[in-house]
């Protein structure tokens, strides 16, 4: 089915003896979609997407994979599905070519075009040995080998790492393009700033567990605001304290400083405007400072 998701996680659980890596992972992607999976190192994430591509076995729960059971049958998940894992092995006496050349064979056919074309893309020489190449090089290798494929299904392990900016933004064009023509990619990173230019909605995960899923166009309509407001006479914090979503308050003797959503600028302003200001700041926070307001460790608090 068109509309079916191509990946669908159900109590998804991975245990290593008396470690718990994942637990009861609920999770869909859908098809045409760039999804961020996000989290720490250690969080979990490398161990979904080897659960996902049937190189791990679950200790309880399911994965679907292009409708197919992740596990048992991992080898028709394997012929429809890119994988670039976080630490990609090369075999290091082969070309780059004779790589690509490999792993179209073992695919049924002899065609190392979509190769070479990708390898113009990212500026890499597939003549040379993957020994000799700088570990940036390596990276663009083993993005080409994940996607020379086409396949339907991108599973990408921090695939920027190493990488130059115009590998960057080569490798962002590709992502595009890729869910243009139907296909999708789950795309896993410790770094908001890498997904947020390609991803279409971001889960993050901790300590093995899925705590938020949240589209990227909601996340920045939900952006925080830095504000600093100087008035000629004190201010007693109380005024600031109920406005919803007023985060990090600091108050000083003339002076009150805090984070807050869009939505709270207006009572902030009102609340100001009970006394004469002097001078007012405010500066949207980035993306990334944005989300680990919402999803960090850290509270609220007043200073």
Known sequence: MVDAPVISTRGLTKSYGPTLALQSLDLQVDRGEVFGYLGPNGAGKTTTLRLLVGLLRPTSGTAQVLGLDAWSQSVEVHRRVGYLSGEPGLYPRLTGLQHASYLARLRGTRDTAPAQALARRFDLDLGRPAQDLSKGNRQKLALVLAL????????????????????????YDIVREHTTTGGTVLLSSHVLSEVQRVADRVGVLREGALVAVERLDTLRGRSLHHVRVAFSDSVDAREFLGITGVR????????????????????????????????????????????????????????
């Open 148 to 171: 020379m494929s086409r396949p339907e299904l991108l599973v990408l392990d921090e695939p920027t790492g190493g990488l130059d900016p115009l590998a960057q933004q080569a490798f």
């Open 248 to 303: 990090d308050l600091v108050v000083s003797d003339h002076t009150v400083a805090c984070s807050a959503p869009e939505v709270a600028i207006d009572a902030i302003v009102k609340a100001a405007a009970r006394h004469t200001v002097v001078d007012f700041e405010c500066a949207e926070a980035d993306l990334e400072e944005t989300f680990l307001a919402y999803y960090g460790q850290e509270a609220p608090g007043v200073r």
